[in-house]
């Protein structure tokens, strides 16, 4: 069966310091990969997303970047952080093709200071 | 464009109550529709979904019905349990590799 793993689960960083947050996907070939923030008590906004190793679609202007050097791998990234980066972030996948529902990793609670 | 609106929370019922969060869409074509939970603490879990119009979604005792004349999603249960009180997202798919999520409704079920 398939399942995604997202790490750290909690993170607290001070302001102007870099981040790198890691996503996995295990079970499953040439997903499609999302990151999502979810600022308190809100919804969920999409920052990225990728089709395939190497390709990164931006939704968002931001502070944030991402990566896919691996076919299961995702990776968010920050040089600077920002006050406004404080959030909940979600990792998930679906299946190629569209259409598909999407499973979400368990998040990773980021706390800038 | 292409979006979702639920009804504002938050929404608090009594054990065994019955249960509707309204879902109501716009989009072109013929979007899937999904409802998903979260669980204070947690990511995201699919509860649910349809796929064409007048398909039921069904999953845990809910249930919705997929209606492209009012174009709603809604989200019904029978009889609530403490254990469902969490945060429900309606959510579509038109195309794109991409969801369009709602905003969000917190449910809380009191013993």
């Known amino acids: 069966s398939q399942t995604i793993h997202q790490w750290p689960a909690t993170l607290v960083q001070p302001v102007g310091s870099p981040l790198s947050l890691e996503c996995t996907v295990e079970g499953t070939s040439n997903p499609n990969l999302y990151w999502y923030r979810q600022a308190a008590g809100r919804g969920l906004q999409l920052l990225f997303y990728s089709v395939g190793i190497g390709q990164i679609s931006s939704e968002v202007p931001q502070n944030l970047s991402a990566s896919r050097p691996q076919d299961r791998q995702f990776i968010l990234s920050s040089k600077k952080l920002l006050l406004s980066d404080s959030g909940f972030y979600l990792c998930?996948?679906?299946?190629?093709?569209?259409?598909?529902?999407?499973?979400f990793g368990d998040g990773t609670r980021l706390s800038i200071l | 464009g292409n979006s979702v609106t639920q009804m504002e929370g938050p929404v608090t019922l009594s054990e065994e109550a019955f249960l509707t969060i309204n879902c109501t869409y716009t989009a072109t074509g013929y979007p899937s529709l999904f409802w998903y939970v979260q669980y204070p603490g947690e990511g995201l879990q699919l509860l649910l979904k349809a796929t064409k119009a007048d398909d039921k979604g069904s999953n845990k005792g809910f249930e919705a019905t997929y209606r492209k004349e009012t174009t709603s999603f809604h989200l019904e249960k029978g009889s609530v349990q403490v254990s469902d009180s969490a945060v429900y997202f309606c959510?579509?798919?038109?195309?794109?590799?991409?969801?369009?999520f709602g905003q969000g409704t917190r449910l809380t079920i009191n013993p």
């Open positions: 998930a996948w679906s299946g190629a093709g569209g259409n598909q529902p999407q499973h």
């Open positions: 959510a579509l798919y038109w195309g794109a590799q991409k969801l369009v």
